[in-house]
C-alpha cells in the first residue's frame, strides 16, 4: 500500500480511537452518575436500571470497535494493514475506505459471519 494512502488511513484511525475513547470514558462517568442518583419510586429505579444497561451495553459496543481500532493501528505498525488475517489477500480498498479496521477480506467475513471461519484474537 502506498505510503500517503497508509498514512490518511492512520490518521483517520487514531483520530477514531480518540472519539471512542472520550465516547466510553463519558459512559463510564454517566454510568456511575446513574448509580449514585437514589430514587425513591420504584419507576424510578426501573428508569435508572435501564439507563444503566443501556449505557453498559453502548460503552461495551465502543470498546469492541476500540480494540479493532487499536488492532488496526498495530497491522500499519507491523506492515500487514490492509491484509487479510485469515488467508493474508488483499482487503479491497474500498472496503478499507468504508471500515478502515476491517480485519478480514470480503470472502472471509462472509464466511466468519456463517459461522464457517473461526474468529481471530489477532
Not at 443501556?54 to 506492515?79: T, W
Request: net charge positive.
Amino acid at each position: 500500500m502506498e505510503k500517503k494512502k497508509l498514512e490518511a488511513f492512520k490518521k483517520r484511525l487514531e483520530l477514531r480511537r480518540q472519539d471512542l475513547r472520550r465516547t466510553v470514558n463519558r459512559n463510564q462517568a454517566d454510568g456511575r452518575s446513574a448509580d449514585e442518583d437514589t430514587a425513591q419510586d420504584i419507576a424510578d429505579r426501573a428508569a435508572s436500571s435501564y439507563t444503566k444497561e443501556f449505557l453498559f451495553s453502548q460503552s461495551n459496543n465502543e470498546r469492541h470497535l476500540l480494540q479493532m481500532v487499536e488492532s488496526a493501528l498495530a497491522r500499519i505498525r507491523e506492515g500487514s494493514f490492509g491484509e487479510c488475517i485469515h488467508c493474508g489477500k488483499e482487503i479491497n480498498p474500498k472496503r478499507l475506505e468504508a471500515v478502515p479496521w476491517a480485519r478480514h477480506c470480503i470472502e472471509c467475513q462472509e464466511k466468519l459471519e456463517r459461522g464457517v471461519l473461526e474468529e481471530a484474537s489477532r
